[in-house]
């Protein structure tokens, strides 16, 4: 799953780091579900961890689906009404909020281009 973390219109993208799938390229922060979990508490603690804020989750945006080579990755994305903190880079090379215009111009990872294409048709 995957967070819609917003501050002043832009979205908070984390890079991934250069030994990490998909090195190096740019993705919406969030991570998987363990057993004992729900997504939003799954979410909440991934963000916790990667980023050092506290969230509050909101409703489910959409679910995207890619498959890259032999595996198949299914995000389940989330609105973040709120967050408290500042974001850090912790389990992340980098971070940043940026606008649509400027996501463009990033790498991202498959399954988060599909994300962007859906946030420029749909939340811009």
């Known amino acids: 799953m995957a967070g819609l973390i ?3 219109g832009k979205f908070l993208l984390c890079q991934r780091k ?3 799938t998909f090195a190096l390229f740019w993705e919406f ?3 998987k579900v363990e057993n ?5 508490q799954a979410l909440r603690r991934e963000i916790k961890e ?5 969230i509050e ?3 489910l945006v959409r679910v995207f689906k890619d498959r890259v080579s032999s ?6 994305l989330y609105e973040v009404l709120s967050f408290r903190g500042e974001p850090s880079p912790i389990e992340c090379k980098k ?3 940026f606008s649509t215009g400027e996501i463009a111009t990033l790498n991202l990872a498959p399954v988060d281009r599909k994300i962007f294409s859906f946030l420029s048709l749909h939340l811009s």
Not at 36 to 40: A, H, N
């Open 6 to 8: 917003k501050k002043e």
């Open 18 to 20: 250069e030994n990490d």
């Open 29 to 31: 922060p969030g991570g």
């Open 36 to 40: 004992t979990e729900t997504q939003q």
């Open 50 to 54: 990667e980023l050092g804020i506290e």
């Open 57 to 59: 989750v909101g409703n």
């Open 71 to 76: 595996f198949e990755i299914e995000v389940y």
């Open 95 to 97: 971070l940043g909020f």
